[in-house]
């Protein structure tokens, strides 16, 4: 048993940090709000040169890919990530980012997608299986403010069928790796809102010293590095699972169990940031928001912590 | 990464099932909680057991009678024993994990030769006199005093949450040996034979009513300098290396036994009626014990994170006390939702009405200890934020 990154994973995921912290810089992620979120195919075609997408179609296994994907959610890259990844396998085009696939599992009491103005494709995942919808062909309402600025949502009133091109069991995985690769993204947003809630902890000065020398202060930290390295422990689990290396073979249990703490601690990590960013923190200027605002719609894909905690005790 | 055992760990393993299997249906009753003669007398007979199966010493090197296991190896044979309902490691605690190891690297070869393997035969039981009334988190500003008065060092003073004092033949004892320097330089490390005179062993009751600690009370107590480990003013560093051999295996059994009885709630949660449905009917009660268990899952992961960490470096490193933290706030979070489930059942502390009452309340009392005993969650906090994160010292 090791399990700890061995070389060849340590090298990768720092392949992809080095990769994302040249290219997409938070100023790159923030001058995207002006754009109203609409996603820059350059990038994306960059990110799937990187081999983000096609890791798996690569023969790379899902640890590899969720120590990539915790990197993405790092540096807050916005788009269909999971589902451009899941899709590689069977869409070469998915694979090298030369076209943007997106999925969607239709939801209730609304009926969400996100980025549907800049996708090439739309998967709709479907208990039964999953189809292909041609993007242009869906109808709905085009949100003003989405909550998260980089994610634009549509309130859709017609899905088309679309066209079968998998079947239930594979839908069922998509699901299930799709929570995984989710639980890395906001892996990811966990270390990232704490790297800046540090750094501002040390530098913001008030009643004659660094705030991050307060107790209170710090004893919030040390909150979300400890929720931060459960949900890592959670996320690689589940991933050396899938790949047939781990002690458990309820994929699904395991999957559940990473989207369930990344979800809680995602939100607790970016509220946290906030607060410790105090009054600066509620600003527009500041980036604590933004792993807030991408945390909570990660919570909403491929089930909320709260639906995989009611899954979970099923199988109790 | 993987989470898979070697060929040798998985014989390792099986090797210690058969024998676990053949000596564990033959064990005589284990004594009541509060019967700590008896209980020394069955945790030293099962030492001795191990000790001629070849199984004492899991984490000690070969050289000094150890099994010289990789910390993989002591998680399967936590896990094996947990699995068998084998007694735990009880009195020896102190022995075996503690002192044992202090003594590996810092005892003179007289010292080693004398207590080693005494320890590991479970002959000598050890307890731990560290801590003073006036000096917990802040363990470096201990006072009770040892005086040099030529071959002896003269005590005084005053240690407490000493487990096992009454009924231990040896005590790891931090004493103050100077006055005049800075906190950490003027203590030394001693080994102190239990029942000298001047010493005064009182009982200290636990909020649960239990009496494994004690308060040990030193008015003009002779030890011999001979009995010094280390140097003399140089106890700190000897006391600190002992923390170094932890190897992330030092909650493995009780996360086991935890992630256990939180299935156990589970099930007791389906045969619980009130008002005419079962307490599993409750959507949001379902929720919380599905939360808990996910959560328990994923500190094992921790655990065995903090594991390999351990196999690669020889150091647990800052995972350790995040485990600490997460275990005790969920170790809490587990006993509360239990007793709230239990409701006045709740209100024993052994098992009442043919419900597992004992189990969940006892977990529930043990939890407000988690977040205290061997540094508070506060303390933890601290050491996260400034040697993990960095962030600045308060003073």
């Known amino acids: 048993m090791d399990f700890e990154l061995n070389d060849d994973e340590r090298s990768l995921q720092e392949g992809i940090r080095s990769f994302l912290t040249g290219r997409c810089t938070i100023d790159v992620v923030r001058s995207n709000e002006e754009t109203g979120g609409a996603l820059d195919r350059a990038l994306w075609q960059e990110l799937g040169a990187v081999g983000v997408f096609s890791l798996r179609a690569d023969g790379f296994g899902m640890t590899e890919s969720v120590l990539a994907f915790e990197e993405l959610g790092r540096s807050l890259v916005a788009g269909p990530l999971v589902a451009s990844h899941l899709a590689a396998t069977r869409m070469p085009a998915a694979a090298n980012g030369s076209r943007i696939v997106g999925l969607i599992e239709p939801s209730e009491p609304v009926n969400i997608a996100e980025h549907l103005a800049s996708l090439d494709d739309l998967v709709v995942v479907r208990p039964e299986g999953l189809f292909v919808v041609n993007p242009a062909e869906v109808v709905g309402v085009h949100a003003e403010r989405p909550l998260d600025a980089l994610t634009p949502i549509t309130a859709v009133s017609h899905l088309p069928q679309g066209e079968l091109i998998a079947d239930a069991a594979t839908a069922h995985i998509w699901h299930r790796d799709g929570m995984v690769l989710t639980a890395a993204l906001q892996l990811g947003l966990c270390l990232a809102s704490i790297d800046l809630a540090k750094q501002y902890a040390m530098q913001r000065e008030q009643f004659g010293r660094p705030i991050g020398s307060f107790q209170a202060v710090k004893h919030l930290l040390a909150d979300m590095l400890t929720k931060a390295e459960v949900t890592r422990a959670a996320v690689y689990a589940a991933a050396v699972n899938i790949d047939g290396r781990g002690d458990s073979t309820d994929l699904m249990q395991t999957a559940r169990m990473a989207k369930m703490l990344a979800g809680d601690s995602a939100l607790f990590c970016g509220k946290a940031g906030i607060q410790v960013h105090g009054g600066m923190g509620f600003t527009w200027e500041v980036d604590a928001q933004r792993y807030w605002k991408r945390a909570c719609v990660l919570d909403t894909h491929f089930g909320n912590s709260d639906e995989h905690a009611a899954a979970f005790s099923a199988a109790l | ?395």
């Open chain 2, 1 to 395: 990464m993987d989470l898979q055992f070697t060929d040798a760990e998985n014989s390792f393993r099986l090797k210690l099932r058969d024998w676990l299997s053949s000596v564990i249906p033959q064990l005589p009753h284990e004594p009541h909680r509060n019967d700590w003669i008896g209980r020394r007398e069955y945790d030293s007979m099962w030492q001795r057991m191990l000790f001629d199966a070849g199984f004492a010493g899991i984490n000690w090197p070969r050289e000094y009678g150890g099994l010289g296991a990789t910390p993989t190896e002591h998680l399967i044979f936590l896990e094996e024993t947990e699995r068998a309902r084998a007694p735990y490691v009880g009195q020896n605690f102190v022995g075996l994990l503690h002192a044992g190891p202090t003594l590996i690297t810092e005892a003179s070869a007289e010292q080693k030769a004398f207590h080693l393997p005494a320890i590991l035969k479970g002959e000598h039981i050890w307890c731990q006199g560290f801590s003073e009334p006036g000096a917990g988190s802040d363990l470096a500003s201990l006072s009770c005093r040892a005086i040099r008065d030529g071959d002896d060092y003269v005590i005084n003073g005053q240690k407490i949450w000493t487990s096992f004092g009454h009924t231990a033949d040896y005590c790891e004892m931090l004493v103050r040996t100077d006055t005049d320097v800075p906190k950490h330089r003027g203590i030394t490390w001693l080994i102190v034979p239990m029942g000298l005179p001047g010493m005064d062993v009182r009982p200290l009751r636990t909020l649960e009513g239990s009496t494994e600690f004690c308060e040990v009370f030193f008015d003009e107590v002779r030890v011999p300098v001979a009995n010094r480990v280390g140097d003399e003013n140089d106890g700190w560093r000897v006391a600190m290396v002992t923390l170094s051999f932890e190897r992330g295996t030092a909650f493995v059994s009780e996360m086991l036994q935890s992630m256990e009885l939180a299935r156990d709630l589970a099930q007791l949660a389906k045969r619980i009626t009130r008002n005419g449905v079962t307490a599993w009917d409750d959507a949001g009660l379902r929720r919380d014990i599905g939360r808990i268990c996910a959560e328990l899952d994923a500190l094992w992961a921790l655990t065995k994170r903090n594991i390999s960490q351990a196999q690669r470096t020889g150091l647990v490193g800052p995972g350790g006390n995040v485990f600490k933290l997460a275990y005790a706030e969920l170790r809490t979070r587990l006993g509360e939702l239990a007793m709230h489930l239990l409701d006045r059942a709740s209100l024993s502390i052994d098992d009442i009405g043919d419900l597992p009452t004992h189990a969940h309340v006892h977990g529930r009392i043990h939890a407000l200890s988690l977040g205290i005993a061997a540094g508070t969650s506060q303390v933890q906090r601290n050491i996260v934020a400034e040697r993990i994160l960095g962030l600045p010292k308060e003073r």
